[in-house]
C-alpha cells in the first residue's frame, strides 16, 4: 500500500479509537483526509483506469474489523452514479478533475425526487454524508472531456452495505450493494 494512504488509514484507526460521535468523527477525520488528498502523487495507477462506460470503485483498504472502507472513484468523461443513500457516514475528497454533487430530499413515494442543493467540488476539496447531515445525492464529472477522481471514505465495508438508488421520477427505491471493480 502506499504510505500516504497507509499513513492516512493508521489517522482513522486512531480517530475511531477517540472520537465516538459522528460530529467528533468528522471533527476528527477531515484534516487527516484533506491532507491525503491535497497532494495527487500518491494513488497506484491501477486505481485510477477509468472504463469507457461504467464508473470504477476501486477498493484501496477494507479495515479487518469493518469499521471502515476506502474507495477511489473514476469518473469517465460525463459519467454519473444515480441517486442514491449510504445509511453509514462518508467523507468524499477530490484527488483529480472536478466533481458535482446534487443533494435530494428524503423521497415521497410517488413524488419526483426534489433537490435541495449542488455543490461542485475541486481537487482537495471535502464533503459528508451520512442519515444525519444528509444522506441522498447523486454525483457526476464535472467534465465531458477528462477523467475525474474523488476518493470516498465510509463507515462500514461498502461492499457490504444495503442501501437505496431512487427513481427521480416516482422516488421510488431500490435496494443495491455496491461491488468493487477490483474485487
Ligand atoms: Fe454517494
Known amino acids: ?8 488509514v493508521g489517522e482513522v484507526n486512531s480517530v475511531l479509537a477517540r472520537c465516538r460521535t459522528e460530529d467528533k468523527l468528522f471533527e476528527c477525520l477531515q484534516g487527516p483526509f484533506r491532507e491525503l488528498i491535497s497532494v495527487d502523487d ?18 484501496l483498504h477494507a479495515d479487518p474489523e469493518e ?12 459519467q ?7 445509511t453509514v ?5 477530490v484527488l483529480r478533475g472536478a466533481e458535482i454533487g446534487i443533494r435530494y430530499a428524503r423521497p415521497t413515494p410517488g413524488m419526483p425526487m426534489q433537490a435541495i442543493g449542488e455543490e461542485r ?19 457526476r464529472n464535472a467534465f465531458d472531456d477528462r477523467v475525474s477522481i474523488s ?9 457490504k452495505v444495503a442501501r437505496e438508488v431512487y427513481d427521480a421520477a416516482t422516488g421510488v427505491g431500490k435496494l443495491f450493494v455496491s461491488g468493487f471493480s477490483n474485487a
Open 151 to 159: 476518493v470516498h471514505v465510509y463507515g462500514a465495508n461498502i461492499g
Open 89 to 93: 457516514w462518508g467523507m468524499i475528497g
Open 80 to 86: 454519473k452514479t444515480p441517486i442514491h443513500n449510504h
Open 1 to 8: 500500500m502506499d504510505s500516504k494512504l497507509k499513513m492516512f
Open 42 to 59: 500518491w494513488l497506484s495507477p491501477r486505481f485510477a483506469q477509468p472504463h469507457h462506460t461504467y464508473y470504477q470503485q476501486y477498493l
Open 121 to 139: 467540488l475541486e481537487p482537495g476539496m471535502i464533503d459528508f454524508v451520512s442519515p444525519t447531515v444528509g444522506d441522498i445525492h447523486a454525483v
Open 67 to 78: 469499521r471502515f472502507s476506502i474507495v477511489s472513484f473514476v469518473w469517465g468523461p460525463g
